[in-house]
């Protein structure tokens, strides 16, 4: 009889709480996801965005759009895929995302205007002289930095010019132009959209080590020499076996704010394969290399953006780059969150 009343008691009671709220005011639900928990930090929380995906799997899409508020086209707005030919400049893909995200009140981060991959024929076997390849440079950082004025305001304007042991990528650019090609790339963003916030992107060098050292160099060459870069983009490949120290990860950021560069995590992705570990015990591992990666950068007030490669092991770049299976990302093939995604929504939460 007793514990019958005691029931009771607390069946009401359960019915008052729940009530209360909502006879006294509206109660405003704001769904937990990524890009609402993020906001609270003042932080942006994104992905890069397959556009075959985005047009052909509606799963996909709704996800991205309840999640992130930042996107990266992962293909379609690099040089081959917007400037095919010398004269010929095709947008259309990468003018579907910006739509999208307009849709859906995300901000973009343009990838990229100069970088050694993803060029088009006609500039690797162009045979170009120094002032020609500056004024392609130049025609090409303009027309696709000016197409997207007012609607992309985060660029990624030289990608991957340092090598892993800290040298000058040699690239067409480089050794064509000379290593002021970065300088130059720079300014004619800064031009071309002077509300533009321009970063220099690499992977390799999130915590300290010699390739970190030599981008840490090279941009505070450039901000001496006045040219203007507002932040370093941090990739964040990595895998289970090797993710750099979240102390590491701390100095490199504040080394940067220091010189009074932002700094934001562009291409986040962990990979799995190589371990002889049960899955469940590699996901686990992977649930912690992201929330500490997160946790870095909510530690340092510089750091602006947390962007995965991706966010379903549908669509990871890593087995196509690799030639081994691999589940890098913090959704599954089927949109079912993993142990990762979990580790960021607390983290994002605590
Ligand atoms: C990758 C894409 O994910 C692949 O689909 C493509 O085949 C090659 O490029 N660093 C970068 C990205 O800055 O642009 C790369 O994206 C991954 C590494």
């Known amino acids: 009889m007793k514990r019958k009343i005691l029931a009771v008691i607390l069946l009401l009671y359960l019915l008052v709480a729940c009530a209360a709220p909502s006879a006294t005011k509206a109660v405003v639900r704001v769904p937990t996801t990524l890009r609402t928990l993020a906001q609270t930090h003042h932080i942006l929380l994104g992905t890069a965005v397959n556009m075959d995906a985005l047009q052909h799997d509606a799963a996909y899409a709704s996800t991205l759009a309840h999640e992130f508020d930042v996107v990266t086209p992962e293909n379609v707005m690099k040089f081959d895929a917007v400037h095919p030919e010398k004269d010929i400049f095709t947008f259309a893909k990468a003018d579907a995302l910006v739509a999208f995200a307009k849709a859906h009140d995300m901000q973009i981060r343009g990838h990229n205007l100069v970088w050694y991959q993803a060029l088009p024929k006609w ?18 950082i303009f027309t696709v930095v000016a197409h997207y004025r007012n ?37 004619w963003a800064h031009e071309a ?38 932040g370093v983009g941090l990739q964040m490949h990595t895998s289970i076996l090797n ?6 990860v701390i100095a490199n950021m504040q080394r940067l704010a220091v010189l009074g560069l932002k700094v934001q995590i562009t291409e986040m992705d962990v990979q799995i394969q190589g371990d002889t570990r049960p899955m469940a015990q590699r996901f686990s591992v992977q649930a912690h290399v992201y929330s500490d990666m997160l946790a870095a950068c909510l530690a340092v007030k510089t750091c ?7 966010f379903t092991d549908r669509y990871t770049w890593i087995p196509g780059a690799t030639k081994h299976s691999d589940a890098p990302l913090i959704f599954d093939t089927a949109y079912h969150a993993k142990p990762a995604y979990i580790s960021i ?6």
């Open 123 to 140: 500039i690797e076997n162009g045979s170009f002289t120094r002032d020609q390849l500056l004024a392609i440079m130049k025609d090409h």
């Open 193 to 230: 959209n002077p509300q533009a916030h321009l970063f220099y992107n690499d992977y390799g060098a999130e915590g300290t080590n010699a390739k970190s050292d030599a981008i840490y160099a090279l941009v505070k060459g450039m901000l001496q020499r006045g040219v203007p870069i507002y």
């Open 304 to 310: 602006e953006a947390f962007v995965m490669w991706g």
């Open 243 to 248: 993710a750099p120290a979240e102390q590491a």
């Open 345 to 350: 929504i607390h983290e994002l939460k605590n």
């Open 151 to 187: 609607q992309v305001n985060i660029w990624d304007v030289v990608n991957e010019a340092v090598t892993e042991d800290g040298k000058m990528q040699n690239s067409i650019w480089y050794r064509v132009i000379g290593p002021d090609y970065l300088d130059w790339a720079f300014r």
